[in-house]
């Protein structure tokens, strides 16, 4: 599964974010992207890979931070 997750840069210098996943039970982490560095006023988009586990419904959540907020 490949998912990605968009974020605002509203600061008027660049900012290093750092994302952490938050799998569901079973699931791992094939490849994502940990930390973005993004440009003022810009909306890239990180990143993830997952191998999944058992079939149904899922939801993936991501933890952002970003200079030492949470």
């Known amino acids: 599964v490949r998912l990605e997750v968009r974020i605002t840069n509203h600061s008027p210098k660049a900012e290093r974010f750092r994302i952490a996943w938050n799998l569901p039970r079973g699931w791992t982490i094939v ?40």
């Open 31 to 70: 490849n994502a992207d940990r930390t973005l560095l993004i440009a003022p006023r810009a909306v890239p988009a990180a990143g993830a890979v997952f191998a999944t586990g058992p079939p149904g419904l899922h939801v993936v959540t991501a933890d952002i931070a970003f200079d030492g907020v949470t």
